[in-house]
């Protein structure tokens, strides 16, 4: 019995042992503004990139993957809220040509959004490969919309904003992305 309870001491030890070297290797280190700032010098704007990750507080408590969901969150956030502005505006407006416009930037936004959330669903099981195929696909919908924005009769809404600020969302998780690929 003496012998059994001095082996499984030992077994027991180890045990433990190996979890305290092991768990902390796996963990991924938090984010720390510098690992912002890093990051948004590869966006078009950095100073715009690193004011909407502090917009959010897990910014600052997360790993890259974390840092990743948190940009897909907020690009899904202002798409659904760009979608519903083209909605409206689409039912406000009784110029049939602005109406084309607007309707047509709203299914845009409809299929990002569907973009987005499927990136959600590679990101929660570690299929970051397929995040790329998914943010270029939400970036042509945003180019299209500016497209069909550019042509005649101008935007009164003035929506090119609201795309841009997109765009850069989508660079947010394109770039966070690529540090899921590198790993």
């Known amino acids: 019995m003496a012998s059994f309870l001095h082996n499984f001491s030992s077994v027991l030890i180890s045990m433990v042992l190996i979890f305290l070297l092991v768990v902390p290797s796996l963990m991924c280190h938090s984010m720390e ?13 950095a100073t715009e990139c690193l004011n909407l990750f502090k917009s959010d507080p897990r910014s600052l408590n997360t790993d890259i ?9 907020l690009a899904l956030n202002k798409s659904n809220a760009v979608h519903t502005q083209y909605n409206q505006l689409y039912a406000d407006t009784k110029n049939s040509e602005l109406q084309e416009k607007y309707i047509a930037c709203s299914k845009n936004y409809n299929d990002a959004i569907r973009d ?21 696909d939400a970036l042509q919908e945003v180019m299209s919309c500016r497209n069909i924005l550019k042509k005649e009769p101008i935007d009164p809404a003035n929506m090119g904003y609201q795309n841009d600020e997109f765009k850069l969302l989508c660079y947010m998780v394109k770039v966070t992305s690529h540090y899921l690929i590198k790993k």
Do not use: P, S, W
């Open 33 to 45: 503004e510098k690992d912002l700032q890093h990051i948004c010098a590869k966006t078009q704007n």
């Open 65 to 73: 993957k974390g840092l990743t969901g948190v940009a897909v969150d």
């Open 116 to 136: 987005l959330q499927v990136m959600k669903k590679y990101l929660d099981i570690n299929r970051f490969r397929f995040i790329n195929v998914e943010i270029k």
